[in-house]
């Protein structure tokens, strides 16, 4: 991250994924030591638990939000899923406490098997055109509506899709999947 950061002249953002309580603090402190201009906190809960309630892991992150803004002086966003039990009313607590940013939305891993060799198959799992979708739907429900900024991201593959969400209401898109597939000259 620090080499990233030195190495180009734009703002860099450090994306940090945890998944203990106290990592959260520990490595948003560790990133924001490399000179990063932001963090997102990816905010990424795999069920698994059957006993854990809605309300058991936004709490969670809720926590590691408020403790992560505590002690980083840096802009700090998180990235969400769509399948929240209410978004809308979750995005509307974290904006209370002060995010400065709502990343909209992370992409999971998608699982496949490999049929014939019965095996796992962990291949990029790249985003598709239309992916784009809810974030639009969103950005423009929430323009307006919250203190943060708005990053659609996840299926953002042509211009006409990054105007499409900067006319709904975004202020910034995240653009992937298209580089991968095509080279960082397409942008």
């Not at 990233?4 to 924001?32: D, G, R, Y």
């Not at 019965?118 to 809810?134: A, G």
């Not at 990053?151 to 975004?170: D, K, P, Y």
Request: with cysteine.
């Amino acid at each position: 991250v620090r080499r990233a950061k030195e190495a180009v002249a734009i703002p860099v953002t450090a994306s940090l994924n945890a998944v203990h309580a106290e990592t959260w603090v520990e490595w948003a402190l560790k990133l924001a030591e490399t000179g990063v201009d932001a963090l997102e906190l990816n905010f990424f809960a795999l069920p698994r638990d059957f006993d854990r309630s809605s309300a058991d892991i936004e709490g969670e992150q809720v926590a590691a939000l408020e403790s992560v803004k505590r002690k980083v002086r840096i802009p700090v966003s998180v990235k969400l899923s769509p399948y929240y039990t209410s978004p809308l009313q979750f995005i509307k607590r974290l904006d209370s406490i002060g995010v400065d940013g709502f990343v909209l939305f992370n992409r999971f891993f998608q699982p496949r098997i490999d049929i014939e060799n019965e095996s796992n198959d962990l291949s990029f799992n790249l985003s598709s055109e239309n992916d784009h979708r809810i974030a639009l739907r969103f950005a423009g429900i929430l323009h307006g509506k919250i203190k943060a900024s708005i990053c659609a991201s996840n299926g953002i593959h042509t211009a006409e899709n990054a105007i499409e969400l900067l006319l709904a209401g975004a202020d910034v898109v995240q653009v992937v999947s298209a580089v991968f597939k095509n080279g960082i000259g397409y942008i």
